[in-house]
């Protein structure tokens, strides 16, 4: 799987939007970017994920840039039940290391009132 | 709903003991996974199970143990032989390889242990 690396903390004001960096230059062709986040001892949530094209959900946008080196999750308008840990993961579906995620050290996300 | 459950939230062990963690879905997935979690570290790998009664060994597979008898339940033992068995223990889900879908996981709530 391809390294990732993302700033280890950021604020947001409330009701604003949250851009979270990734840099991923070493991803591979069939690799794809998956966003996940956390909430303090919980569960890691499911987010969002794209190979190529910008991805949206309910939740976030995913914006990758068109030589896949590097996305940005974004979350249009950032609450205070939005303050997570925000993993950014590059991987290849259904590899044969039985589909582990790797999570790295992830972005801390502190949304201010 | 559906979904993942995970019981119980803590868990309290003496030394010595072992400890059964529960995990069970709903989604009618194939797959499940263990994964345990320090404090401030990412997840790490303990098991994995892509069909029923078969189940791989992870990157931290010592001292654990797990079954796959039905489709929607994958226990892990943690025993005795596990050193260092405090951490926060995740159980996932995802659907089978092959299905043509990108494969996401999806996570319970968690069961916190914690040796005395």
């Known amino acids: 799987d391809a390294k990732t690396t993302q700033p280890p903390s950021m604020d947001c004001a409330e009701g604003r939007a949250a851009n979270l960096p990734c840099n991923h230059s070493t991803i591979s062709g069939n690799e794809y970017v998956y966003w996940y986040r956390q909430i303090h001892s919980q569960g890691p949530q499911y987010i969002i994920h794209?190979?190529?094209n910008n991805e949206t959900n309910e939740m976030a946008s995913l914006i990758i840039t068109e030589d896949r080196k590097s996305s940005t999750l974004i979350l249009p308008h950032a609450t205070l039940r939005d303050t997570a840990v925000y993993y950014c993961i590059v991987r290849v579906p259904y590899n044969n290391a039985g589909n582990m995620l790797t999570f790295g050290g992830g972005t801390r996300l502190m949304v201010k009132p | 709903d559906g979904g993942i459950t995970q019981s119980p939230k803590y868990l309290f062990r003496k030394e010595g003991q072992n400890v059964t963690l529960s995990c069970e879905q709903n989604?009618?997935?194939?797959?499940m996974y263990w994964y345990r979690q320090d404090p401030g570290q990412g997840l790490r790998l303990i098991y994995y199970s892509q069909i029923v009664n078969d189940f791989q060994k992870g990157d931290i597979a010592e001292g654990y143990s797990v079954s796959r008898e039905k489709k929607e339940s994958f226990p892990l033992t943690v025993t005795s032989a596990q050193k260092n068995p405090t951490a926060f223990y995740l159980c996932a889900s995802s659907m089978a390889v092959g299905t043509g879908f990108v494969d996401t996981q999806y996570f319970g709530p968690g069961t916190r242990l914690t040796v005395l």
């Open positions: 989604l009618n997935h194939d797959a």
């Open positions: 794209g190979l190529k």
